[in-house]
């Protein structure tokens, strides 16, 4: 069995430094621009390239996370970004944006992209459609169980899998909480953990209902291996460099001897920083059949016991060497050779000295392999030292020295080299054109409660009414009379996330929408395109896929989206600004309440009885000012443990239906209503 990579966070040179000499694999950091942990310290330029650098002097690999949703007019500098870190020695890109994404494999294609967990990849479909995108690696969403992980990974697909540290309450990149509520938004690397704040949660006990406490995989080592994932990822970006070196200096050992984590360890790993503990029951499905002690705050005593911990340890780390080879040639009457070589790469210095015949006690190969075993304050460390001599060579200590540092210079220079990459000529965007002006947007009605389907003929224009996919396993026909009356075609909405073992399910579900007059899906995770294209729906791209430049709108069109909806964080300047080849239709949400939040884990559930009142609402989740927002369930399809997930809803109802103007300046084809 192949041994995955260990992944540590950087967010700082300090915490770089620490994750090196714990004996990392791979680093992950970010620049000041353009990543999803603005909170960091991060890297500007220079200590970028340093830190580049340090890297690839240590032989560990650089994961530069740009992976924030940007807008059009962001969109050259992050392109910029990364041919900069390409110059400097970048290994590979995590990127959220497929806008972005696309640009960078059609200017640079050889550049190794990784999809951000903020892809929201959740299937073998998902993974498949973001290999098929350009990206070498994907990384897992953290709510996928061992038996899913391994399903993908199984199918040849690259993958990496969060072990340890903080869990968002919320599916990655489906959160519009923070955005919402705080003017932080989580796609754009501001996100305020409003999932940390107390809330009340109709008849719940617990305070903190959306708190879940970190992840830790430390007791399932021997999952965690055969899962095969390629790269294991430790989060915490935020945290500080003694934490960064604690946890993954542990997390070696675990790797390396094949364990689980001691109680010691386990221990430690909570004093270094924890919610009341850690869980796990994402990984093992535990949380199918209980789930309520996966959550967790920061409490008094946790803070206490980092705190005695971190006082009590050391604070500078052990350095970590690269291990080289050597090679020695000293002969007489020739010049004095020495060849240092890591990895692929070799250098060769010969130096000025001639080596003169000995009249008496001549140089010995293990007196000059001691020599060159002394690397001192270089980052290199003698792995193999080989010496060429005939036995009678006269070489005085000061030209081995000299010779010595010289190759060992010579290896730091071509280790950290700058690469030599072709300024790109095409700048990714030149197949976008402006839109025309839209003079009557159509409407589109998306349900959430079917008791209000009599709300349709409040609306002119109505093209477009969507239904969630649970209505079609037993559809009321009167409800789709309705639509039909109304001139309008009916659609299904889909599940944001729909695990491999819900595929089957979906599908019987759609085929049936299909015979009953469905049209299009409302599809807000490409990895559900192929689903609804199987059964002859066109696709109506969802709130959901985070649409923020016109780039990703093309991607979208490539994949055959007939209709996108744009996300509801773009200001109506940055819809403008998105443009099009005049054939994909552009929606925009203009009424109700945003849905922010899709929850794996039931919180009514966990803190109470579920009476699955899916189409009607399942609670209110009250935060601190009194604001109300209603909880919803979603139907899993799977048929096992809890039937359903949870769906967050706004508080307060957006409305932009009676605001001309405003209208006007989004300009989009489309208008959607959620009721």
């Given at each position: 069995?192949k041994k995955p990579?260990?992944l540590a966070?950087?967010?700082?040179?300090?915490?770089?430094?620490?994750?090196?000499?714990?004996?990392?694999?791979e680093?992950?950091?970010?620049?000041?621009?353009?990543?999803?942990?603005?909170?960091?310290?991060?890297?500007?330029?220079?200590?970028m390239?340093?830190?580049?650098d340090?890297c690839r002097?240590?032989g560990?690999?650089?994961?530069?996370?740009v992976n924030?949703?940007?807008?059009?007019?962001?969109l050259k500098?992050?392109?910029n970004?990364?041919?900069?870190a390409?110059?400097?020695?970048?290994?590979?890109?995590i990127?959220?944006d497929?806008g972005?994404a696309?640009?960078?494999k059609?200017?640079?294609?050889?550049?190794v992209?990784h999809?951000s967990t903020?892809c929201?990849c959740?299937?073998l479909?998902?993974a498949?459609k973001?290999r098929e995108l350009?990206?070498?690696?994907?990384?897992?969403?953290?709510?996928?169980?061992?038996?899913?992980?391994?399903?993908?990974s199984?199918a040849g697909?690259?993958?990496?899998?969060?072990?340890?540290?903080?869990l968002?309450?919320?599916?990655?990149g489906?959160c519009?909480?923070?955005?919402?509520i705080?003017?932080?938004s989580?796609?754009?690397?501001m996100c305020?953990q409003p999932?940390?704040?107390?809330?009340t949660l109709s008849g719940?006990?617990?305070?903190?209902?959306?708190?879940?406490k970190?992840?830790s995989l430390?007791?399932?080592?021997d999952?965690?291996?055969?899962s095969g994932?390629?790269s294991?990822?430790?989060?915490g970006?935020?945290?500080?460099?003694e934490?960064?070196?604690?946890v993954?200096s542990?997390?070696r050992?675990?790797?390396d001897?094949?364990?689980n984590a001691s109680?010691?360890?386990y221990?430690?790993?909570?004093g270094l920083?924890?919610?009341g503990g850690?869980?796990?029951s994402?990984?093992t499905?535990?949380?199918?059949?209980?789930?309520?002690n996966m959550y967790?705050v920061?409490?008094?005593?946790?803070k206490q016991?980092?705190s005695?911990?971190?006082n009590g340890?050391?604070?500078a780390?052990?350095e970590?060497?690269?291990?080289i080879?050597?090679?020695c040639t000293a002969k007489p009457?020739?010049?004095?050779?020495?060849?240092a070589?890591c990895?692929n790469?070799?250098?060769?210095?010969?130096?000025?000295?001639?080596c003169?015949r000995?009249?008496?006690?001549?140089?010995?190969?293990?007196?000059?392999?001691?020599?060159?075993s002394?690397?001192?304050?270089?980052p290199?460390?003698?792995?193999?030292?080989?010496?060429?001599?005939?036995?009678?060579?006269f070489l005085p200590k000061s030209?081995?020295?000299?010779a010595r540092r010289?190759?060992a210079?010579?290896?730091?220079?071509?280790?950290t080299?700058?690469?030599?990459?072709?300024?790109?000529?095409?700048?990714g965007f030149?197949?976008?054109?402006?839109r025309?002006?839209?003079?009557?947007?159509?409407i589109?009605i998306?349900?959430?409660?079917?008791?209000?389907?009599?709300e349709?003929s409040?609306?002119k224009?109505?093209?477009y009414?969507?239904?969630?996919l649970?209505?079609?396993?037993d559809p009321?026909v009167?409800?789709?009379?309705?639509i039909?009356s109304c001139?309008?075609?009916?659609?299904?909405?889909?599940?944001?996330?729909i695990f491999?073992t819900?595929?089957d399910?979906c599908?019987?579900?759609?085929?049936k929408a299909a015979?009953l007059?469905?049209k299009y899906?409302?599809?807000s995770n490409?990895?559900?395109?192929?689903?609804a294209?199987?059964?002859?729906l066109s696709l109506?791209?969802?709130?959901?896929l985070n649409?923020f430049?016109?780039?990703n709108v093309s991607?979208?069109?490539?994949l055959?989206?007939?209709?996108?909806t744009?996300?509801?964080?773009?200001?109506?300047?940055?819809?403008r600004?998105?443009?099009?080849?005049g054939?994909?239709?552009l929606?925009?949400f203009a009424?109700g309440r945003?849905?922010?939040?899709?929850?794996?884990?039931?919180?009514?559930r966990a803190?109470g009885?579920?009476?699955?009142?899916?189409?009607t609402?399942c609670a209110?989740?009250t935060d601190?000012?009194?604001?109300k927002f209603?909880?919803?369930?979603?139907?899993?399809?799977?048929?096992?443990g809890?039937p359903?997930r949870?769906?967050i809803?706004?508080?307060?109802?957006?409305d932009i239906?009676?605001k001309?103007?405003?209208?006007s300046?989004?300009?989009a084809?489309i208008?959607t209503?959620?009721?």
């Open positions: 069995m990579l260990l966070p950087c967010g700082s040179f300090e915490a770089l430094n620490a994750a090196i000499s714990a004996g990392a694999d680093v992950y950091f970010g620049s000041h621009s353009f990543n999803a942990r603005y909170g960091a310290k991060n890297f500007d330029n220079d200590e390239r340093s830190a580049l340090l002097i240590h560990v690999k650089s994961n530069i996370t924030t949703c940007l807008t059009d007019r962001e500098d992050a392109l970004l990364v041919y900069n390409l110059c400097m020695g970048a290994d590979c890109f990127v959220q497929l972005l696309s640009a960078i059609r200017t640079m294609p050889e550049t992209l999809a903020q929201a959740h299937s479909e998902g498949k973001l350009g990206f070498d690696r994907v990384v897992l969403a953290r709510e996928m169980s061992f038996e899913d992980i391994k399903s993908i199984d697909i690259e993958t990496e899998i969060f072990v340890h540290g903080a968002c309450v919320c599916h990655s489906m519009l909480m923070s955005s919402v705080g003017k932080r989580g796609n754009r690397g305020a999932c940390r704040l107390p809330y719940a006990k617990n305070a903190y209902p959306l708190s879940l970190d992840m430390s007791k399932d080592i999952k965690v291996l055969s994932a390629a294991l990822k430790i989060e970006r935020r945290k500080s460099p934490y960064v070196y604690g993954t542990i997390w050992k675990l790797i001897e094949g364990k109680e010691k360890e221990e430690r790993l909570c920083f924890s919610r850690f869980t796990d994402y990984f499905s535990h949380y199918l059949s209980d789930n309520r967790g920061r409490s008094e005593d946790d016991s980092t005695r911990l971190l340890s050391d604070k780390f052990p970590r060497k690269r291990e080879s050597l090679e009457d020739e010049p004095l050779k020495v060849c070589s990895g790469v070799s250098v060769n210095h010969v130096s000025d000295f001639i003169g000995a009249k008496s006690a001549p140089v010995t190969k293990d007196e000059i392999a001691l020599n060159l002394k690397l001192g304050s270089t290199f460390s003698a792995h193999e030292i080989r010496v060429n001599t005939n036995g009678d060579v030209a081995l020295n000299a010289s190759a210079d010579a290896l730091y220079a071509a280790l080299e700058p690469k030599h990459i072709s300024t790109p000529e095409d700048d030149s197949d976008c054109i402006a025309k002006k839209v003079s009557q947007p159509e589109h998306s349900f959430v409660n079917l008791s209000d389907i009599s349709i409040a609306y224009n109505v093209k009414v969507s239904l969630p649970e209505f079609f396993e009321d009167g409800v789709l009379e309705k039909k001139g309008a075609i009916t659609g299904v909405r889909l599940p944001r996330v491999n819900e595929y399910g599908l019987r579900a759609l085929e015979g007059g469905a899906a409302l599809v490409i990895g559900h395109a192929d689903m294209k199987k059964v002859g109506f791209g969802g709130i959901g649409v430049n016109s780039r991607v979208l069109e490539s055959g989206f007939d209709t996108v744009l996300s509801p964080e773009l200001n109506s300047a940055q819809m600004d998105i443009k099009t080849n054939k994909i239709k929606c925009a009424k945003l849905p922010l939040m899709t929850l794996e884990s039931c919180i009514v803190n009885k579920c009476e699955h009142k899916n189409s609402g209110l989740l601190r000012k009194g604001y209603p909880v919803y369930g979603e139907k899993r399809f799977c048929g096992s809890y359903c949870n769906i809803y706004n508080s307060v109802s957006a239906l009676s001309k103007d405003e209208i300046k989004i300009n084809d208008l209503v959620i009721i």
